[in-house]
């Protein structure tokens, strides 16, 4: 799913969002960060992420314009939120509207720096599952 | 050792947007590669966009549905889901300097006999306005009066090892529900454990939160009754002499013995006017008082201190009816306990105490 983040009726989401969440086991939301000084494959981290998404796990990636590979991007994940802010945006700024549109009560973000994010994630999913 | 202690930063927030975004920058500009360490937001149920805001710099945040739970049970789920040998509490209003963090770190990582270590509260404030430079001062000046001898966990910026943190049962969640001395608390918990818990006086760490009257009111207000109600004033006067709400009170005894003397006295002299007897009190008061202001002139010259007498005997007051009130609640009504389903969680013998109250 691909989704502009100019779009109207962010906060009204985002208070949906918060009633959803219930008591007992947490829900997780994974918010990828394509920033223009990844060193990480972002399809490497989906491929990683992808056995926990029967989990209902939240998987958002968040770009600053259309990322050249974005139909393979989309395979690894298909249930993947893809939010396209305009080109330039920087990358706190599309951490901070990726956060608004995750449902999950624990919320991973991802800035596709650091080599071991993807095993990371995973060791947050087992931990909170 | 077997290698660099890995780090986990955890910073729980309840509806302080104003303060998260300087708090959590500072913690990034740390003299440290980032990879080194986790940073951990726990939004305790805010409603100003302090999530948002966690966002933009944290690797995790975590977000508590419902009611604010406070800062220990935001602690500890944030502790739960860390991954570091050791686990540090950074103060949503707090702003930590450069070498703050790696420092601290380095004595833990240096004394493997000691299990926490916390930093002192700066005299400096991070806001101008008078009653913020005053709270300042007062954390201040016990931090520096008894940097040796206290053995507090400092919520503000604490450094904890995480095996010490879970074998002492973690922050008490159903007793703290406002951010108050639930550090304290720990600190004698861990204390009581047999684990060595020291403050360093090196490198404090400022506070950016604005004060008022109202809210240093309500502050010194929950402090006493908590301390007389629930943490047993004497027992925690010797274990954490700097606490706030002891050096408010230390004054008392030497202004009680002053104001004696000078009723004694007065029984000499012929029909003293209301003014002299007014002046005399108020005298025998800034003499009890007398280190702390002195402290305050140093700091911030012989105007702050002269400025802040009347509100520090206002606080005082407030401080020593919050000390009698809490007296009074715990003889009649008792310490608060638990929830029913703590306390089931007790009698069935849970071993992690205490266990986690479920939302609603």
């Avoid at chain 2, 910073?11 to 990034?28: C, D, F, M, T």
């Avoid at chain 2, 950074?90 to 833990?108: A, F, K, N």
């Amino acid at each position: 799913m691909i989704q502009s983040l100019t779009d109207d009726g962010l906060q009204q989401q985002q208070l949906l969002a918060n009633k959803s969440r219930t008591a007992g086991k947490p829900r997780v939301s994974v918010v990828f960060v394509l920033s223009e000084n990844h060193v990480v494959s972002p399809d490497r981290v989906l491929t990683q992420l992808e056995q926990h998404v029967e989990r209902e796990v939240d998987v958002l990636v968040a770009c600053a314009g259309q990322p050249a590979n974005l139909s393979s991007l989309q395979r690894v994940i298909g249930s993947a939120q893809f939010l396209l802010a305009p080109a330039g945006t920087d990358t706190e700024d599309l951490r901070e509207l990726a956060m608004a549109r995750a449902t999950g009560d624990v919320i991973t973000l991802l800035n596709g720096t650091h080599l071991d994010e993807g095993a990371e994630t995973q060791r947050r999913l087992a931990q909170t599952s | 050792m077997s290698g660099p202690l890995v780090l986990s930063v955890v910073v729980p927030v309840r509806n302080e947007a104003g303060y998260l975004r300087k708090s959590l920058q500072a913690i990034l500009t740390s003299d440290m590669p980032r990879q080194a360490y986790e940073l951990v937001v726990v939004d305790d149920g805010s409603t100003d966009g302090s999530a948002a805001i966690a966002g933009r710099f944290a690797d995790t945040v975590i977000r508590l549905a419902g009611r604010g739970w406070g800062p220990a049970y935001a602690c500890n789920r944030g502790a739960e889901l860390t991954r570091g040998d050791v686990i540090a509490f950074v103060g949503s209003d707090v702003v930590v300097e450069p070498h703050t963090l790696p420092r601290m770190l380095d004595i833990l990582a240096a004394r493997p006999e000691l299990h926490a270590v916390s930093a002192t509260h700066a005299s400096r404030s991070g806001a101008p306005n008078l009653m913020s430079k005053y709270w300042s001062l007062l954390l201040g000046f016990g931090s520096k009066r008894n940097v040796a001898a206290t053995a507090a966990f400092g919520s503000h910026c604490g450094m904890i090892r995480r095996t010490a943190l879970l074998s002492a049962g973690m922050y008490d969640e159903w007793r703290f529900k406002s951010a108050c001395l639930e550090d304290v608390e720990l600190g004698q918990r861990l204390k009581k454990s047999g684990h060595s818990v020291v403050i360093t006086g090196e490198h404090p760490v400022t506070h950016v939160k604005r004060w008022d009257l109202r809210s240093i009111f309500r502050e010194v207000w929950n402090r006493s009754v908590l301390l007389s109600r629930s943490l047993g004033y004497e027992r925690t006067r010797s274990s954490v002499p700097g606490e706030v709400v002891f050096t408010l009170t230390r004054a008392v005894i030497p202004a009680m013995a002053l104001l004696t003397t000078v009723a004694l006295t007065a029984a000499f002299v012929a029909r003293p006017s209301l003014s002299l007897r007014l002046f005399l009190c108020v005298a025998a008061l800034v003499c009890a008082n007398l280190p702390v202001l002195r402290f305050f002139a140093r700091e911030r010259g012989l105007f702050f201190a002269a400025a802040a007498v009347p509100v520090h005997l206002l606080t005082q007051s407030v401080g020593a009816v919050g000390l009698c009130v809490g007296w009074l609640m715990r003889d009649a009504l008792g310490d608060p306990l638990p929830d029913a389903v703590t306390q089931a969680f007790a009698e069935v013998g849970v071993e992690k105490w205490p266990p986690v109250p479920r939302p609603l």
